[in-house]
């Protein structure tokens, strides 16, 4: 199991089935609500009672304050089919199709991504918006959200980066 920083909230979640553990991390997958206004006790409920889902597919949420909330932290998500056994899933509150990001989600995707990168020993290019996975027509994580520029920006902000070896 992983050290989770402080700077994770845990509002204890509750699951209809056990959740099994993450074993290989390989990809850090980003996502939007896709509905404005959605917070993670919403979507929560939404993938419980809409999907049937046994909770929040998400590994880990982000505020339009950039509050960072554990989802299903270091278990198998449900969030990116064919990938959920492989990576973790962070979903940005908001429809990035029609908005931005805010700077404080952005600054919060970009800390928590900088600590997987570093727990799971993985580049930049590991980090992928959910339309760039095989089979994906969604523009998620939006139209309006540069995964290049942000892939650039984590490069720019962690001097030890994997890519620059």
Known sequence: MKVEPGWIKD??????????ALKDVIY???HHTEEIGWDINKTHRFHQDHRGW???????????????????GYHVGAHAYSYNEKSIGICLA????IQTSSIEQLKSLSKLCIFL??????STTHILGHRELK???????????????FRESIKMQWPNCKDKE
């Not at 509002?11 to 099994?20: D, G, H, K, Q, Y």
């Not at 990168?117 to 993985?122: A, D, E, S, T, V």
């Not at 089979?135 to 520029?149: A, D, E, R, Y």
């Open 11 to 20: 509002i204890n979640l509750s699951f209809n089935e056990p959740l099994i």
């Open 28 to 30: 850090i997958i980003v």
């Open 54 to 72: 046994s909770g929040i597919g998400y590994n880990f949420f982000i505020d339009e304050n950039g509050e960072i909330i554990k989802g299903r």
């Open 94 to 97: 908001g429809n990035f199709d």
């Open 117 to 122: 990168l570093h727990q799971f020993n993985l």
């Open 135 to 149: 089979g994906v027509t969604k523009s998620c994580p939006g139209k309006n959200f540069n995964l290049s520029q």
